[in-house]
């Protein structure tokens, strides 16, 4: 048995209008919700017991999963009667779970990723640190101009990754952090500084895909990426 955190308390304030009946967690990609997807890739990996962190319009949420039981899931509510910070609603959830001392997966409920699980909880127990973190390229949000040293133009690339790494928002976590994470508070701010001075917080590379969804242009790029990859696996499955 393995245990994931979904953080999905956003409002998604800069989604709107896709946002204004529902939390940003519920916004739709190609007619399912973004949720949908995160729940399917964690069942992917055999984790089946969920705990969902919400507030801003969390009936939503539960009037369309339930108790998790149509998609092979076993999902329980936590609904926040004022918001606690992603750090506080991750404190919260730890404590919550009874019958499962190991490590947890914990994400933002904002993202799409096909990152590869298992592999991620091998580099987290092959290391032993309290947390770690998946990270991602950092790609530019332009294309770029390459120079020679005379300035002459010799190409061009559109929107490279640069090299520095991202926190991708989805984190492995031992129960033993609990008494590190804020009551309120976001644990990036707080608990994990800490641990980083600590050098007891690892960073696992990854260039799988991964997006995430803060704006309406956020939106368009991944709903367009998702239809090429659909399509592109649909054909190869035709050959």
């Known amino acids: 048995m393995k245990q994931a955190i979904i953080l999905a308390g956003g409002k998604g304030e800069r989604l709107r209008p896709f946002t204004e009946d529902r939390p940003k967690a519920m916004i739709d990609l190609l007619g399912r919700p973004l949720l949908s997807y995160q729940i399917q890739w964690l069942k992917s990996y055999g984790i089946t017991n969920i705990i969902i962190c919400c507030g801003y319009r969390h009936e939503v949420i539960r009037d369309h999963f339930g108790d998790g ?47 590869a699980l298992a592999e991620l909880f091998d580099f987290h127990r092959k290391h032993g640190q309290l947390a770690t973190l998946a990270t991602v390229p950092l790609r530019s949000p332009y294309g770029i101009v390459e120079c020679a040293p005379d300035a002459t133009i010799t190409g061009f690339r559109e929107k490279p990754e640069l090299p520095f790494l991202i926190n991708a928002g989805i984190y492995v976590l031992d129960q033993s ?63």
């Open 177 to 239: 952090l609990l008494d590190l994470l804020p009551d309120k508070g976001d644990h990036e701010e707080v608990t994990f500084p800490t641990l980083a001075k600590q050098g007891r917080l690892k960073a696992y590379q990854t260039h799988c895909f991964w997006r995430t969804m803060d704006t309406i242009k956020d939106h368009s790029e991944v709903t367009a990426e998702l239809e090429q990859l659909f399509i592109t696996t649909f054909l190869k499955a035709g050959r």
């Open 69 to 115: 039981s149509r998609w092979q899931v076993q999902i329980e509510y936590l609904v926040e009667s004022e918001p606690l910070g992603r750090g506080g609603a991750i404190k919260q959830a730890l404590r919550h779970i009874k019958g499962y001392d190991g490590p947890v997966i914990a994400l933002n409920g904002d993202l799409i990723t096909n990152l």
